[in-house]
């Protein structure tokens, strides 16, 4: 055991050392848990809009001044002609056109029906349904006031509760993804790179002849990450609730020690790619350039997985980060407790398991 | 009085605090092969880089081939060859596209290069090798042809930093035969050595200890000077004193 | 220009003697293109719901089936209770709760006006706005065509006062479909990995391997340096740029609307920019590890900010405006705006504008960033 310490320190050393690597490690994933932290939203405002109005009357001057008090739209133009809009949407800039045809205020007093157009640059089809959605709703709450008489003698109300985001937080869901994606990452690609660096000074040689049993090796190399892994995660906890005010709902122990496991899982995965590559080019572009898509993918944050063809859904599970996404979901967001986590921490330590086991196979092969 | 085409003068590189080159204060003439002397860290590497316009002297003073090495590096590499400790061919091209390419950034005309490789390769006895890697090539041959490759453009000096480490006997023999018809045909050649008897050689050295020059004369002058019978205990006695090495 | 020719000459001869590059360039960016739309759909659909109905009433009922032949939600469980139900959402198996009370169709019919709860899992906003949204709509249909509505308003009554009849309509893709939105971007994306990646670890290998001192040593100039690293990855670029729109066309059906030569004109700008992005780091770096963390940072930003997956506008203004000091970002509004819409040049000259101050901005920073002499 005392072996081991010494072992340990030696790693720690080489880690401390490096002031690039430490500045990479650190900096970085709070660098970007920063901006995605504010910048990725699912949200939609802030959206142009141009309008057509072929009426000019008290009704579509109300009804404009009602979208421009809105905080979804920004009113670019409300006088633009029939013949304008299609270069107007193709300048790129305004995302939706709304059209009163001549009348408008009249038919609408007299005949009791009017009518109005949306035209949505389908371009980006999410925005479009969305902008669509906030107009109509705006136009039938309009309708709404200025004939009460419309409404319906039996009515059915919606009433919507927002589940454990009440607030309508548009970045929730990016924050425990773009945990999991870093940590992954990070973890991953350090211990792999580590390890092929000791293979191509060829120290790792000095440290195989010595009579230490090669597991405690792979241990020693791996414990000064995992303990940086997890002042990096505590890190990027703390930004998230202090700076990016995410509320933790469940425990917090629970946290961190599903946390440990996952960095052990990563750890366990850059290890065996240690094994099958002899240079740090080769482990990099694997671990980074190789896994950068995959992860960002099949963690399920951005993409829905059930959207996915069902190949892709089966490929989804080997990635460990799809298994933790869930986890802290769970915890952090739904305050859950273990026996909601149970299947997943399950599913990650069988993976931790084969990725060690697959890695000390290989290392022994190596030996003999 | 022949002419110089390296004149140094007060010389000095610091790093921090850490004088990696200090005052150092020397001429070389034309056609001459002059030997850099010094044990690791000596700072021979360093005061060589300077004047090949690879890195800016802190102070002091120093013109290669005429130029300034502060303003006018960019003239110095034109009229030199460079030959680094470090093997510096492209492996992955072969023998024949290393010298068109090395023979072409410094502006010789097609026509001229395929003339001068023809006869290059006839005079290395590279003739099965023209289109193998340089890469695949064993360690003697292709110091040969990186020396090749130096001069091939005609530089007025070529500067040679270790240029047989690692290389054996009959191989640096064949070597330092280059480099004397390299210096027959008016090309100065600078060379810094870890072999006393590769010092032999040349027409004079100077010999650096912890960044300054404590000696420089002919091989002969030097033992004299010394009553030393070899030029390695000249080496011996200098750098006894030294206070800083590699490691 | 003599000069320049050898340069070029060498970096083709080392580029096409790696076969492992030459694969990365044209497989990765051919399979992922290929490959990626499949697994990248944005498109809200599939909203799981879980039902609670504790009225069991014909009308429940009906209402009940309106939204299962909506289309737009799979049922996962009918439940006995809210308790019950909300265990599938906490297991990530229900976006929505569905709860309709007992007596509501009493209710409904005694007093005119009933509730029922709708319960949305809101980490996920895009699905929980719209799943949401979708579901309002489905009731206010399903109230205006209730029966007893039918009977109680004469259709003077219903239609007497004021009814705003509202049309919409998607320009440029009607029926709205994601692909056409996403493979334009994801082609710029990889565009973008392969000559970022790939420049990014050029120089900074003659650094590692010691080769860059036999170029520093020789009179090239910086700018022919540069160029000869830059050009031989323009023209791979184009190639890989071509053989995406072939993608595009062959598999996805996509051809762009607008100007082929617009497309082309602003890639080829675009390409100079990203190269001396690429350059720029390799020069920065001391070993391929760092430039490939540098690079790999950068390219998760451009990923996540450069409007591929969400929109630009809604972000908050500072993140806006990196977003726009990113080139990708505007190579993507680009592609979408020639290839979907049929933009012509006066509609990206800004752009344009843009691109061409980013690629002399980068390569110029490349240049001075490179030393000769240290």
Same mark, same amino acid.
């Given at each position: 055991?005392?072996?081991?310490?010494?072992?340990?320190?030696?790693?720690?050393?080489?880690?401390?050392?490096?002031?690039?690597?430490?500045?990479?490690?650190?900096?970085?994933?709070?660098?970007?848990?920063?901006?995605?932290?504010?910048?990725?939203?699912?949200?939609?405002?802030?959206?142009?809009?141009?309008?057509?109005?072929?009426?000019?009357?008290?009704?579509?001057?109300?009804?404009?001044?009602?979208?421009?008090?809105?905080?979804?739209?920004?009113?670019?133009?409300?006088?633009?002609?029939?013949?304008?809009?299609?270069?107007?949407?193709?300048?790129?800039?305004?995302?939706?056109?709304?059209?009163?045809?001549?009348?408008?205020?009249?038919?609408?007093?007299?005949?009791?029906?009017?009518?109005?157009?949306?035209?949505?640059?389908?371009?980006?089809?999410?925005?479009?349904?969305?902008?669509?959605?906030?107009?109509?709703?705006?136009?039938?709450?309009?309708?709404?006031?200025?004939?009460?008489?419309?409404?319906?003698?039996?009515?059915?109300?919606?009433?919507?509760?927002?589940?454990?985001?009440?607030?309508?937080?548009?970045?929730?869901?990016?924050?425990?993804?773009?945990?999991?994606?870093?940590?992954?990452?990070?973890?991953?690609?350090?211990?792999?790179?580590?390890?092929?660096?000791?293979?191509?000074?060829?120290?790792?040689?000095?440290?195989?002849?010595?009579?230490? /049993?090669?597991?405690? =090796? !792979? +241990?020693?190399?791996?414990?000064?990450? %995992?303990?940086?892994? #997890?002042? $990096? *995660?505590?890190?990027?906890?703390?930004?998230?609730?202090?700076?990016?005010?995410?509320?933790?709902?469940?425990?917090?122990?629970?946290?961190?020690?599903?946390?440990?496991?996952?960095?052990?899982?990563?750890?366990?995965?850059?290890?065996?790619?240690?094994?099958?590559?002899?240079?740090?080019?080769?482990?990099?572009?694997?671990?980074?350039?190789?896994?950068?898509?995959?992860?960002?993918?099949?963690?399920?944050?951005?993409?829905?997985?059930?959207?996915?063809?069902?190949?892709?859904?089966?490929?989804?599970?080997?990635?460990?980060?799809?298994?933790?996404?869930?986890?802290?979901?769970?915890?952090?967001?739904?305050?859950?407790?273990?026996?909601?986590?149970? /299947?997943?921490?399950? =599913? !990650? +330590?069988?993976?931790?398991?084969?990725? %060690?086991?697959?890695? #000390?196979? $290989? *290392?022994?092969?190596?030996?003999? | 009085?022949?002419?110089?085409?390296?004149?140094?003068?007060?010389?000095?590189?610091?790093?921090?605090?850490?004088?990696?080159?200090?005052?150092?204060?020397?001429?070389?003439?034309?056609?001459?092969?002059?030997?850099?002397?010094?044990?690791?860290?000596?700072?021979?590497?360093?005061?060589?880089?300077?004047?090949?316009?690879?890195?800016?002297?802190?102070?002091?003073?120093?013109?290669?081939?005429?130029?300034?090495?502060?303003?006018?590096?960019?003239?110095?590499?034109?009229?030199?060859?460079?030959?680094?400790?470090?093997?510096?061919?492209?492996?992955?091209?072969?023998?024949?596209?290393?010298?068109?390419?090395?023979?072409?950034?410094?502006?010789?005309?097609?026509?001229?290069?395929?003339?001068?490789?023809?006869?290059?390769?006839?005079?290395?006895?590279?003739?099965?090798?023209?289109?193998?890697?340089?890469?695949?090539?064993?360690?003697?041959?292709?110091?040969?042809?990186?020396?090749?490759?130096?001069?091939?453009?005609?530089?007025?000096?070529?500067?040679?930093?270790?240029?047989?480490?690692?290389?054996?006997?009959?191989?640096?023999?064949?070597?330092?035969?280059?480099?004397?018809?390299?210096?027959?045909?008016?090309?100065?050649?600078?060379?810094?050595?870890?072999?006393?008897?590769?010092?032999?050689?040349?027409?004079?050295?100077?010999?650096?200890?912890?960044?300054?020059?404590?000696?420089?004369?002919?091989?002969?002058?030097?033992?004299?000077?010394?009553?030393?019978?070899?030029?390695?205990?000249?080496?011996?006695?200098?750098?006894?004193?030294?206070?800083?090495?590699?490691? | 220009?003599?000069?320049?020719?050898?340069?070029?000459?060498?970096?083709?001869?080392?580029?096409?003697?790696?076969?492992?590059?030459?694969?990365?360039?044209?497989?990765?960016?051919?399979?992922?293109?290929?490959?990626?739309?499949?697994?990248?759909?944005?498109?809200?659909?599939?909203?799981?719901?879980?039902?609670?109905?504790?009225?069991?009433?014909?009308?429940?009922?009906?209402?009940?089936?309106?939204?299962?032949?909506?289309?737009?939600?799979?049922?996962?469980?009918?439940?006995?209770?809210?308790?019950?139900?909300?265990?599938?959402?906490?297991?990530?198996?229900?976006?929505?709760?569905?709860?309709?009370?007992?007596?509501?169709?009493?209710?409904?019919?005694?007093?005119?006006?009933?509730?029922?709860?709708?319960?949305?899992?809101?980490?996920?906003?895009?699905?929980?706005?719209?799943?949401?949204?979708?579901?309002?709509?489905?009731?206010?249909?399903?109230?205006?065509?209730?029966?007893?509505?039918?009977?109680?308003?004469?259709?003077?009554?219903?239609?007497?006062?004021?009814?705003?009849?509202?049309?919409?309509?998607?320009?440029?893709?009607?029926?709205?479909?994601?692909?056409?939105?996403?493979?334009?971007?994801?082609?710029?994306?990889?565009?973008?990995?392969?000559?970022?990646?790939?420049?990014?670890?050029?120089?900074?290998?003659?650094?590692?391997?010691?080769?860059?001192?036999?170029?520093?040593?020789?009179?090239?100039?910086?700018?022919?340096?540069?160029?000869?690293?830059?050009?031989?990855?323009?023209?791979?670029?184009?190639?890989?740029?071509?053989?995406?729109?072939?993608?595009?066309?062959?598999?996805?059906?996509?051809?762009?609307?607008?100007?082929?030569?617009?497309?082309?004109?602003?890639?080829?700008?675009?390409?100079?920019?990203?190269?001396?992005?690429?350059?720029?780091?390799?020069?920065?770096?001391?070993?391929?590890?760092?430039?490939?963390?540098?690079?790999?940072?950068?390219?998760?930003?451009?990923?996540?900010?450069?409007?591929?997956?969400?929109?630009?506008?809604?972000?908050?203004?500072?993140?806006?405006?990196?977003?726009?000091?990113?080139?990708?970002?505007?190579?993507?509004?680009?592609?979408?705006?020639?290839?979907?819409?049929?933009?012509?040049?006066?509609?990206?000259?800004?752009?344009?504008?843009?691109?061409?101050?980013?690629?002399?901005?980068?390569?110029?920073?490349?240049?001075?960033?490179?030393?000769?002499?240290?």
């Amino acid at each position: 055991m005392k072996q081991l310490f010494v072992f340990i320190r030696k790693e720690f050393y080489h880690v401390f050392r490096d002031k690039r690597t430490l500045l990479i490690m650190f900096g970085l994933p709070i660098a970007q848990i920063l901006l995605f932290g504010y910048a990725i939203t699912s949200e939609v405002k802030n959206s142009h809009i141009s309008i057509s109005d072929n009426s000019r009357d008290a009704n579509t001057e109300q009804l404009i001044n009602k979208i421009k008090s809105s905080s979804y739209f920004i009113v670019d133009e409300t006088s633009l002609s029939e013949q304008e809009i299609e270069n107007t949407l193709k300048r790129g800039n305004v995302r939706c056109v709304l059209v009163f045809p001549p009348n408008f205020g009249n038919n609408l007093l007299h005949s009791g029906k009017a009518q109005i157009q949306i035209i949505a640059d389908g371009s980006d089809p999410n925005t479009a349904k969305t902008l669509i959605n906030y107009l109509t709703a705006i136009i039938a709450d309009y309708q709404q006031e200025i004939s009460p008489a419309a409404v319906l003698p039996y009515v059915i109300v919606p009433e919507t509760r927002m589940l454990y985001n009440e607030e309508g937080n548009g970045s929730l869901n990016f924050i425990p993804g773009v945990m999991a994606l870093i940590l992954m990452i990070v973890c991953t690609a350090l211990t792999a790179v580590a390890v092929v660096k000791e293979k191509e000074l060829g120290t790792m040689e000095v440290l195989l002849v010595s009579p230490f /049993k090669p597991i405690f =090796v !792979l +241990i020693s190399k791996a414990v000064p990450y %995992l303990v940086l892994s #997890l002042a $990096n *995660f505590t890190l990027i906890v703390l930004l998230a609730v202090f700076v990016l005010n995410v509320e933790i709902k469940g425990s917090i122990l629970l946290l961190f020690l599903v946390s440990t496991l996952f960095i052990i899982t990563c750890l366990s995965f850059g290890l065996l790619i240690s094994n099958v590559t002899s240079s740090q080019q080769t482990a990099l572009l694997l671990s980074i350039m190789g896994m950068m898509i995959p992860t960002l993918i099949f963690t399920g944050f951005m993409f829905p997985i059930e959207n996915m063809p069902w190949v892709f859904q089966v490929i989804s599970n080997i990635v460990p980060s799809r298994w933790y996404f869930l986890i802290i979901k769970s915890v952090m967001l739904k305050g859950l407790g273990f026996a909601y986590i149970w /299947k997943e921490v399950l =599913v !990650l +330590i069988v993976m931790t398991l084969a990725l %060690l086991g697959v890695a #000390l196979k $290989n *290392f022994k092969i190596r030996l003999e | 009085m022949e002419e110089k085409v390296i004149i140094c003068n007060d010389l000095t590189k610091q790093f921090g605090d850490f004088y990696a080159v200090n005052k150092i204060s020397f001429d070389v003439y034309k056609g001459e092969v002059f030997g850099f002397l010094g044990a690791n860290g000596a700072g021979k590497t360093t005061a060589m880089r300077i004047l090949c316009g690879l890195s800016y002297p802190t102070s002091g003073k120093a013109s290669v081939a005429g130029f300034d090495v502060y303003k006018q590096q960019e003239s110095i590499k034109k009229n030199i060859g460079y030959m680094s400790q470090k093997f510096s061919l492209y492996e992955n091209l072969t023998v024949s596209e290393n010298i068109e390419f090395f023979g072409g950034i410094y502006g010789v005309e097609r026509s001229e290069i395929s003339m001068r490789r023809t006869d290059l390769i006839e005079r290395l006895g590279l003739e099965k090798e023209v289109n193998k890697m340089v890469g695949e090539l064993p360690l003697g041959w292709k110091q040969k042809l990186a020396f090749s490759v130096a001069i091939f453009h005609q530089p007025r000096i070529v500067f040679l930093d270790e240029p047989t480490g690692g290389v054996d006997p009959v191989t640096r023999r064949q070597f330092w035969d280059m480099i004397y018809e390299a210096a027959a045909g008016g090309i100065t050649v600078f060379v810094t050595t870890h072999y006393m008897d590769e010092a032999e050689y040349c027409n004079r050295i100077s010999i650096m200890v912890d960044g300054r020059i404590e000696a420089l004369d002919t091989p002969e002058n030097l033992k004299k000077n010394y009553s030393a019978s070899s030029m390695d205990e000249v080496f011996y006695q200098l750098a006894r004193g030294a206070k800083r090495s590699d490691n | 220009m003599k000069i320049l020719r050898f340069l070029l000459q060498k970096e083709f001869r080392q580029i096409f003697r790696d076969k492992t590059i030459i694969a990365m360039m044209f497989m990765m960016p051919t399979v992922q293109l290929i490959i990626l739309p499949l697994a990248m759909d944005l498109e809200v659909k599939n909203i799981s719901l879980s039902i609670v109905d504790r009225d069991h009433s014909s009308y429940s009922q009906q209402l009940i089936s309106k939204v299962g032949s909506s289309g737009y939600f799979k049922m996962v469980s009918m439940e006995p209770s809210y308790k019950e139900a909300l265990k599938y959402v906490e297991r990530d198996e229900a976006d929505v709760v569905l709860e309709i009370p007992a007596g509501f169709e009493r209710n409904l019919i005694r007093e005119g006006k009933q509730k029922v709860g709708l319960s949305v899992d809101a980490i996920d906003g895009t699905k929980a706005s719209i799943g949401g949204s979708y579901l309002n709509a489905i009731i206010a249909d399903f109230t205006a065509n209730l029966e007893i509505n039918n009977k109680a308003t004469t259709p003077t009554n219903y239609t007497s006062k004021s009814f705003i009849d509202v049309t919409y309509s998607t320009w440029f893709n009607p029926l709205a479909q994601f692909k056409y939105y996403l493979v334009p971007g994801i082609l710029v994306l990889l565009l973008t990995m392969i000559g970022g990646f790939l420049s990014s670890l050029n120089i900074v290998r003659e650094k590692e391997v010691g080769t860059i001192e036999q170029i520093n040593v020789s009179p090239i100039k910086k700018w022919q340096f540069i160029l000869g690293k830059l050009i031989p990855f323009w023209i791979m670029g184009i190639i890989v740029f071509t053989l995406g729109l072939v993608v595009c066309w062959l598999i996805y059906g996509i051809v762009s609307e607008g100007s082929l030569l617009l497309l082309y004109l602003f890639a080829a700008f675009y390409l100079i920019a990203v190269l001396g992005f690429g350059l720029l780091i390799s020069t920065i770096s001391d070993n391929q590890i760092q430039a490939m963390f540098l690079a790999f940072f950068f390219m998760m930003i451009f990923t996540l900010m450069g409007g591929l997956f969400t929109s630009v506008e809604s972000m908050p203004d500072w993140a806006r405006n990196i977003s726009n000091l990113m080139p990708i970002t505007h190579f993507i509004r680009v592609v979408r705006m020639v290839m979907l819409k049929g933009s012509g040049f006066a509609d990206v000259q800004l752009e344009f504008f843009y691109i061409i101050v980013f690629g002399v901005i980068l390569n110029g920073w490349a240049i001075w960033n490179y030393r000769k002499t240290a």
